[in-house]
C-alpha cells in the first residue's frame, strides 16, 4: 500500500520567513496529493492540493510542487506570519481512494 | 462548500460503556465515508472505509466488532466505539467524500473521547 514521509517533524522560522515541508510517497499510481493545517483540537483544513497532471501550484503565499519521477512534493509558505502556526499533514490519495497521511510537521512561526 | 457535521465534539465515558460518534454530509451526499484515529501528537490513521449501503472496510489491526460503522444514507455514518476502553481514549475525525467529486474530501471538526 501507500506509505507517506513527511519531513521536517518540526520547524521554526521568523516572521516573514518561508518555510518549506517535504513529502514522498510510494505508490506512482497515487495522482492526488493535499495538504491539511490543523489547528490543537480541530479536524484538518484543506490548505491546498495537486493533482498528478501539473507541477505546481500557487495559492496566494502558499504553493506547492510535485515531482512525479521522484515521488515527492513539497508546500511551500511564504511571508509566514504568527497565525500560519499547526501542524501540516501532506496526504496522498491511496488506490482505495483513501487519503494516506504524512506524520505532519509542527511549524512554529516567530513574532 | 461541502461540510460535515460530526457530533459530539467532546465525550467523557466509563470503561466498558459505549459511545456513538456521528458524521453528517450537509449539502452533498457522501457516497464514502473514511474514519480516522488520531492519537495525541501523532498523524491520522484510517480505521475504514463505508461505502453507503455496504459494510465497512477495516485497516489491519483495527477490531470490526469493536468499533461499528454503519453508513446506512447518503448523509449518515456512524462510528460506535464498543466495550470502550481507557486505550480507546483518541480524536476520532471522518471524512466524507461524494462521487462525483473525484478527490473532494470533506473533514469533520473530530471527536475526543476520553474513557475513564
Known amino acids: 500500500g501507500e506509505n507517506v514521509e513527511q519531513h521536517p517533524s518540526t520547524l521554526s522560522v521568523q516572521e516573514g520567513d518561508s518555510a518549506v515541508i517535504k513529502c514522498t510517497y510510494s505508490d506512482s499510481a497515487s495522482n492526488y496529493f493535499p495538504w491539511y493545517k490543523q489547528e490543537l483540537g480541530k479536524g484538518p483544513q484543506l490548505i491546498i492540493d495537486?493533482?498528478?497532471?501539473?507541477g505546481e501550484k500557487k495559492d496566494q503565499r502558499i504553493a506547492v510542487t510535485l515531482n512525479k519521477t521522484a515521488k515527492h512534493f513539497s508546500l511551500h509558505i511564504t511571508e509566514t506570519q504568527p497565525e500560519d502556526s499547526a501542524v501540516y499533514f501532506c496526504a496522498a490519495a491511496g488506490s482505495q481512494g483513501n487519503l494516506i497521511f504524512g506524520k505532519g510537521t509542527k511549524l512554529s512561526v516567530k513574532p | 462548500g461541502a461540510v460535515v457535521s460530526q457530533h459530539p465534539s467532546r465525550v467523557i465515558c466509563k470503561s466498558g460503556t459505549s459511545v456513538k460518534i456521528e458524521c453528517r454530509s450537509l449539502?452533498?451526499?457522501?457516497?464514502?465515508m473514511f474514519w480516522y484515529r488520531q492519537f495525541p501528537k501523532q498523524s491520522l490513521m484510517l480505521m475504514a472505509t463505508?461505502?453507503?449501503?455496504?459494510?465497512?472496510?477495516?485497516e489491519q489491526g483495527v477490531e470490526k466488532d469493536k468499533f461499528l460503522i454503519n453508513h446506512a444514507s447518503l448523509t449518515l455514518s456512524t462510528l460506535t466505539v464498543t466495550s470502550a476502553h481507557p486505550e480507546d481514549s483518541s480524536f476520532y475525525i471522518c471524512s466524507a467524500r461524494e462521487n462525483t467529486a473525484l478527490y473532494g474530501y470533506t473533514f469533520g471538526s473530530g471527536t475526543r473521547l476520553t474513557v475513564v
Open positions: 449539502d452533498f451526499q457522501a457516497t464514502t
Open positions: 495537486i493533482r498528478s497532471n501539473v
Open positions: 463505508s461505502n453507503e449501503g455496504s459494510k465497512a472496510t477495516y
